[in-house]
């Protein structure tokens, strides 16, 4: 569904997700793409990658254009002009989730649209020379939130998206990792199945923003998972309650606590938490990064009923 | 709104990008190493076929894997992620 050809730096996470996605769909679709790298490296003009309808709109209304999109074509299919409507795919980056686009998410999933919203999260607004967002972890180096004397990399924690997500009652919101493919085939085809809007948040290693020999990609985001850093669930609403499944490795450790690896495994193949290891150990900042870490992992556990 | 401006069906189409990107030979980008698939180790699984982030691995006639040195940036994510060892990047 992606020609070859596609711009994006070596080892890019955002190319093999979206090479995934598309793998898994079985229906026609269209894609809408919100401004970031992967938008760029697919659509240099006159090239495209695309071998699907795809429409690039601004940083900011990815699911607005969605919701458009939708609503055009439903509009088509009432009219008799198209037997059926295509499954709607938006792709986008941190940055235009997180932060700008965020509001028209939002809006979209308030509304009820029928599409699903990839987030790949290479934890930066990479395009445009690695600068900070609300998905940015806690200490990572970018060149807004530097590693120095005073300033130890991002202050503060990343904002738990898919959980804010999750809370607009939508009726599917997942989290997925290249490292499991199969796992991000089946929740991409969950997400397109149901009616009304579903989103799923995918960890995505970007060798040159989080400073990583570009063999590695697919190993970080396995210990991104390993780590509980990045936890893979899913979750549906029923009955006003929230039920929510961890799913993969993420499942098997809820099962057998000792396979959770420290975090320490994750920062220490990055350069982007380099100053955190060299030129001296900065303990007290590791363990804060493992205390967010178990928190938010205690939690996921009390969700999913297995605390 | 003025009735003498253009209504959306009159607007012009946006930016229409028409050529295929297989123009584009990103395989020019490698730095001096290329996969190299060790066909008597390699049964065939696919597995580097799905994690390349380029499109340029797939399976050859022989169902084994087979690499696209067009589009390859050469960074080493089949080589690694292969089960069984069955790739290897050799300098160029
Ligand atoms: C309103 C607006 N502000 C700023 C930009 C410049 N801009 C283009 S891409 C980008 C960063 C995108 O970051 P993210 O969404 O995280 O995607 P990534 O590039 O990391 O894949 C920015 C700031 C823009 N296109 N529009
Ligand atoms: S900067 Fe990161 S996300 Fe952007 S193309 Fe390069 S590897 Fe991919
Ligand atoms: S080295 Fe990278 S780009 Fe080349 S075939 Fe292997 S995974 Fe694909």
Redesign the pocket.
């Known amino acids: 569904m992606l020609h070859e050809g596609v711009r994006t730096c070596?080892?890019c996470g955002a190319s093999l997700i979206a090479k995934l996605v598309l793998k898994a769909a079985r229906k026609p679709v269209v894609v809408v793409s919100a401004t970031g790298c992967l938008e760029v490296a697919t659509s240099i003009l006159p090239y495209t990658s695309w071998k699907v309808p795809w429409i690039h709109n601004a940083f900011e209304n990815a699911a607005a254009t969605a919701s458009g999109v939708e609503a055009a074509y439903k509009a088509l299919a009432k009219k008799g002009l198209i037997k059926e409507v295509p499954d709607i795919v938006v792709l986008a980056g941190d940055g235009g989730t997180y932060d700008i686009g965020f509001q028209s998410l939002s809006g979209a999933l308030e509304r009820g649209h029928d599409f699903l919203y990839v987030l790949y999260d290479n934890e930066a607004y990479m395009n445009t020379g690695i600068q900070r967002s609300g998905g940015t972890p806690r200490y990572a180096w970018t060149t807004t939130c530097p590693a120095g004397e005073v300033l130890k990399g991002k202050l503060e924690a990343k904002k738990p998206i898919a959980l804010i997500v999750a809370e607009h009652r939508i009726p599917y919101v997942a989290t997925a990792s290249p490292s499991e493919p199969h796992d991000l085939i089946r929740k991409v085809r969950r997400g397109l199945e149901v009616e009304g809007p579903a989103f799923l948040h995918v960890i995505c290693p970007c060798p040159r923003g989080w400073r990583f020999d570009p063999s590695l990609s697919v190993e970080v985001a396995r210990l991104a998972v390993k780590t509980c850093f990045f936890p893979l669930w899913e979750c549906r609403w029923e009955d006003d309650d929230m039920v929510l499944e961890l799913t993969g490795p993420s499942k098997l450790i809820a099962e057998v606590p000792e396979l959770k690896l420290p975090v320490e495994a994750y920062l220490a193949i990055q350069g982007r938490f380099a100053h955190l290891f060299r030129p001296k150990r900065m303990e007290p900042l590791i363990r804060q990064i493992q205390a967010d870490v178990d928190a938010n992992w205690k939690l996921l556990l009390r969700r999913a009923g297995m605390a | 709104m003025s009735s003498s401006l253009p209504g959306w069906k009159e607007l012009p189409m946006g930016g229409v990008a028409f050529r295929p990107s297989t123009d584009i030979k990103t395989g020019e980008w490698r730095l001096g190493f290329r996969?190299v698939v060790k066909e008597e180790k390699c049964v065939g699984c696919a597995m580097?076929v799905v994690?390349?982030?380029?499109m340029?691995?797939g399976l050859g006639e022989e169902g084994k894997a087979q690499?696209n040195y067009d589009y390859?940036?050469?960074?080493?994510?089949?080589?690694r992620e292969c089960p069984y060892g069955a790739i290897e990047m050799v300098p160029e």
């Open positions: 070596s080892g | 996969p580097c994690l390349c982030p380029d340029a691995m690499v390859c940036k050469g960074c080493g994510i089949c080589a």
